[in-house]
């Protein structure tokens, strides 16, 4: 099979398409035939070198795949040759033609359904389900603010917490990201390259805040996260690049709560209780991934670079 290859931790040239020898499925393990992948930004973060979690090397990047499945390993119950499926995570990487997974990571895609939409399910939707439902347990009737609502995880949370009753409120940086949040059904979209964003965020809220925050640049926007909640209300940190003061104040005066989140924590238990969830989602139509760019898995090295550059417009998958 055609997968592309890490021999050494380094810039987004460190991605090599090579030939790779085919796996087969031992106990447990099911054999995807890769449809399409997708690109979450963790995947740079690791090829980088500089995440906490490395792989050996030479290893094959990606977490996320849609496609059919090939084959299945002894003991593998409910999944059968030739099911459309998509992964929640690998053992062997997603950017390649064939992606060998346990069968607990494995789960259905609806026939309406596209693979490219499969492949921007696995890690966007699953954190954006766990920040919502897991981590702060919001409610219906409840104020979210997407800070970020444009990208991969942005978009999946609108939908799921639009679908669940709640009054959400986005963000973005370009015309072409806003558009996309607000036919996404957001309630209002702010742009947060604007200066006074915030302010009229919360004055959209009738100057009450918001119930949850779900923050995908924490190191920017914690300060002014704080400010905006509403007595009670909580932030989950998803996405950080760096160190931030706050005026631990802000959470005091509101009784307010800073969870973390990252999605390689969760529970056997928790996982299956969210891609039952999103399976339920995709077979409804309110989940709706939306696909920003799609781009042949040779060109894994553009799409590290695309996947860090601003101006998100829906998830980038890589087609093998
Ligand atoms: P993505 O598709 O690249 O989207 C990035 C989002 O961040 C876009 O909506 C972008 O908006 C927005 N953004 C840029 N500048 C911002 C600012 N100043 N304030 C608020 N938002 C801003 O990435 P993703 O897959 O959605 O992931 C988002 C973040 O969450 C990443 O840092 C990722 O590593 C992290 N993440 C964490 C977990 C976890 O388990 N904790 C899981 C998945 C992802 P514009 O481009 O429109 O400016």
Redesign the pocket.
């Known amino acids: 099979m055609k997968a592309i290859r890490v021999r050494e931790f380094g810039p987004p040239e460190a991605m090599r398409i090579e030939e790779a020898p085919d796996p087969s499925p031992g106990p447990g393990q099911v054999l995807v035939r890769v449809r399409a992948a997708g690109v979450?930004?963790?995947e740079t973060?690791i090829r980088s070198g500089a995440y906490a979690r490395r792989p050996t090397l030479p290893y094959t990047p990606g977490h996320d795949a849609a496609g059919i499945v090939e084959a299945v390993g002894d003991g593998v119950m409910g999944i059968a040759a030739g099911d459309r499926v998509y992964t929640s995570e690998t053992v062997t990487g997603a950017y390649a033609e064939l992606a060998l997974c346990s069968a607990t990571r494995v789960h259905p895609l609806p026939a309406s359904v596209s693979y490219a939409q499969g492949a921007a399910v696995g890690?966007?939707y699953a954190?954006a389900w766990r920040a919502l439902f897991q981590r702060v347990r919001a409610v219906p009737g409840e104020t979210v603010l997407v800070?970020?609502?444009?990208?991969?995880?942005?978009i999946a949370a609108v939908q799921i917490a639009r679908a669940a009753g709640l009054r959400v409120f986005g963000?973005?940086?370009?015309a072409e990201?806003i558009a996309l949040v607000l036919r996404e059904r957001a309630h209002a979209v702010f742009d947060?390259?604007s200066l006074s964003y915030m302010e009229e965020a919360v004055a959209a809220t009738g100057g009450r805040g918001f119930d949850v925050i779900l923050?995908?640049?924490a190191n920017?926007?914690l300060p002014r996260d704080l400010k905006a909640l509403a007595m009670g209300g909580r932030v989950v940190?998803?996405?950080?690049?760096g160190t931030v003061e706050i005026d631990p104040r802000d959470a005091m005066a509101r009784d307010a709560s800073v969870v973390?989140?990252?999605?390689?924590n969760i529970s056997d238990a928790d996982r299956a209780v969210v891609h039952a969830a999103l399976v339920a989602g995709l077979e409804n139509g309110t989940l709706r991934p939306v696909i920003g760019r799609e781009m042949p898995l040779s060109a894994a090295p553009e799409s590290h670079v695309a996947?860090?550059s601003?101006?998100?417009?829906g998830?980038i998958v890589l087609l093998p």
């Open positions: 979450n930004p963790v973060y890690v966007p954190t800070h970020g609502a444009s990208g991969g995880v942005g963000t973005a940086g370009t990201g947060h390259r923050e995908m640049l920017v926007n940190v998803i996405g950080n690049r973390g989140m990252s999605l390689f996947v860090m601003p101006g998100a417009r998830k």
